[in-house]
T-cell receptor, first 110, second 113 residues
């Protein structure tokens, strides 16, 4: 089945950019997502990218997709302390049932 | 609009007890799923449904049952609780089609002693 890998931790200084990376194994993945989980809460969809796109920008968020390398990244510009959370990469194919990575804990320090 | 509602928020069970985790959504979504979240393991799919009357197993289905008699409700039953089922459980729903992603409930924290 699909395997989705992420690094577990990322620490950045407030005001810097954060880049969270994800790799996946199934080249037929159609939709690729980024979710955010704040402490004690469920996951919240941040953004998604369709497999025929290379890049998607949404305010401070930029998603880059390299289909050849099966690599997805999420860049958060001007990272704030409120961005501290766990970020999950997820991918799905024609079944629309996503497979999630283990999540990257983003820690933003002053 | 309530979204996805999970009850209870917290539960402590003794080994061998059974219980049902409730999940309801008011968005008329066809797809519903149950995940468990364990430290360092991310989210693992337990069971899912693509419409009323249709359910299927996910990655970790053993020890759990589901049914989908209505579009709105998707309860998860623990048949005989074990300490290995101590986890945070999330229910999620989606209209399908991929672009909308999933809407998650706020979770049920279950401890089995």
């Amino acid at each position: 089945g699909e395997d989705v890998e992420q690094s577990l931790f990322l620490s950045v200084r407030e005001g810097d950019s954060s880049v969270i990376n994800c790799t996946y194994t199934d080249s037929s993945s159609t939709y690729l997502y980024w979710y955010k989980q704040e402490p004690g809460a469920g996951l919240q969809l941040l953004t998604y990218i369709f497999s025929n796109m290379d890049m998607k920008q949404d305010q401070r968020l930029t998603v880059l997709l390299n289909k050849k390398d099966k690599h997805l990244s999420l860049r958060i510009a001007d990272t704030q302390t409120g961005d501290s959370a766990i970020y999950f990469c997820a991918v799905s194919g024609g079944s629309y049932i996503p497979t999630f990575g283990r999540g990257t804990s983003l820690i933003v320090h002053p | 609009n309530a979204g996805v509602t999970q009850t209870p928020k917290f539960q402590v069970l003794k080994t061998g007890q059974s219980m049902t985790l409730q999940c309801a959504q008011d968005m008329n979504h066809e797809y519903m799923s149950w995940y468990r979240q364990d430290p360092g393991m991310g989210l693992r799919l337990i069971h899912y449904s693509v419409g009323a009357g249709i359910t299927d197993q996910g990655e970790v289905p053993n020890g759990y049952n589901v049914s989908r008699s209505t579009t709105e409700d998707f309860p998860l039953r623990l048949l005989s609780a074990a300490p290995s089922q101590t986890s945070v459980y999330f229910c999620a729903s989606s209209p399908g089609g991929g672009a909308a992603g999933y809407t998650f409930g706020s979770g049920t924290r279950l401890t089995v002693v």
